[in-house]
């Protein structure tokens, strides 16, 4: 079935370190891999995305990658700041529908401590 | 630019009452969904209207009914709560379901049944 794993679920770095968030999923046919940022009691908030047609994308500190082989993607964060602190999803949309259905990994929350 | 809006942002209920969760988008998006998050549990699919005129199920649609009112108005409406429904409501948009467009999220409902 469709399903999005997320992994580790905590991760405590220090500040000026980097993070790495992996996710893996199960349909093969998914082109679409967003990543979300929520704060505590606020929205979740898009903050990179990729597509099936490429590898990687950077954003400033973010970078994305994708291995549709193996059918995993990565969320890695450089240089990370306390205000990176947060709950960070990963997404998986199901390309064999024209629903834009995402199917959401269970969520990692990051911690930076200064 | 309000984005997505959803109303009311905290309710609690009793067992068994019935309520309404509003959610009205005005970026012209064609698609919205309903979304519910639990502690470990991510965000997941209630329901969702890829175009004005259509409503489906998603990952988790026992007890909720949906009306996509108009393109800018999608409701959720739990028809006799219970106290599993307790959970933190997000109502999300995309430009179209069609292709691979991010989803924007309204701020959230929280709601608790006694």
């Known amino acids: 079935g469709e399903n999005v794993e997320q992994h580790p679920s905590t991760l405590s770095v220090q500040e000026g370190d980097s993070a790495v968030i992996k996710c893996t999923y199960s349909?093969?046919?998914?082109?679409?891999f967003p990543w979300y940022k929520q704060e505590l009691g606020k929205r979740p908030q898009l903050i990179i995305d990729?597509?099936?047609?490429?590898g990687e994308k950077k954003d400033q500190r973010i970078a994305v990658t994708l291995n549709k082989t193996a059918k995993h993607f990565s969320l890695h964060i450089t240089e990370t700041q306390p205000e990176d602190s947060a709950v960070y999803f990963c997404?998986?949309?199901?390309?064999?529908?024209?629903?834009?259905?995402?199917?959401f990994g269970q969520g990692t929350t990051l911690q930076v401590k200064p | 630019n309000a984005g997505v809006t959803q109303t009311p942002k905290f309710q609690v209920l009793k067992t068994g009452q019935s309520m309404t969760l509003q959610c009205a988008q005005d970026?012209?998006?064609?698609?919205m969904y309903w979304y519910r998050q639990d502690p470990g549990m991510g965000l997941r699919l209630i329901y969702y209207?890829?175009?004005?005129?259509?409503?489906d199920k998603g990952e988790v649609p026992n007890g909720y009914n949906v009306s996509r009112l108009n393109k800018r108005e999608f409701s959720l409406r739990l028809e006799s709560a219970a106290p599993s429904q307790t959970s933190v409501y997000f109502c999300?948009?995309?430009?179209?379901?069609?292709?691979?467009?991010?989803?924007?999220f309204g701020d959230g409902t929280r709601l608790s049944i006694l």
């Open positions: 997404a998986a949309r199901y390309g064999s529908s024209n629903t834009g259905k995402l199917i």
């Open positions: 970026m012209n998006h064609n698609s």
């Open positions: 990729i597509r099936s047609n490429v």
């Open positions: 209207s890829a175009s004005e005129g259509t409503t």
């Open positions: 999300a948009s995309c430009l179209t379901a069609y292709s691979n467009q991010p989803q924007h």
């Open positions: 349909d093969s046919a998914s082109n679409y």
